[in-house]
């Protein structure tokens, strides 16, 4: 069964630091595009960072400088460096991803389970 499997949310005091991992498993041959997106109480999902099939880069205004996204094509991981996070940081964080099976086959996306993050003093 092919997921994403996030892990390395928490509670942490402002200023603070964390590092989600994005792990997919099952049988697959690569991760191409990836995302970060994150849910707040009462508000809609946003984009938070995103990384292309390469290592092209693209980050939400309030992140840029803080956060920091990166792959492991090997370990089929991404991964979302939170650095001095807010309060405002606190929200569901989810991964979304293109897999795919087999060398020859198009990107099929699949969202993680999410995963809490909260920031609070």
């Known amino acids: 069964q092919v997921q994403l499997v996030e892990s390395g949310g928490g509670l942490v005091q402002p200023g603070g630091s964390l590092r989600l991992s994005c792990a997919a498993s099952?049988?697959?041959?690569?991760?191409?595009?990836a995302a970060w997106y994150r849910q707040a109480p009462g508000k809609e999902r946003e984009l938070v960072a995103q990384i292309s099939r390469g290592t092209s880069t693209d980050y939400a205004d309030s992140v840029k400088g803080r956060f920091t996204i990166s792959r492991d094509n090997a370990q089929k991981t991404v991964y979302l460096q939170m650095n001095s996070l807010k309060v405002e940081d606190t929200a569901v964080y989810y991964c979304?991803?293109?897999?795919?099976?087999?060398?020859?086959?198009?990107?099929?996306?699949?969202w993680g389970q999410g995963t809490q993050v909260t920031v609070s003093s």
């Open positions: 979304n991803a293109g897999l795919r099976r087999y060398y020859y086959s198009a990107s099929e996306y699949y």
């Open positions: 099952g049988s697959i041959f690569s991760i191409n595009d």
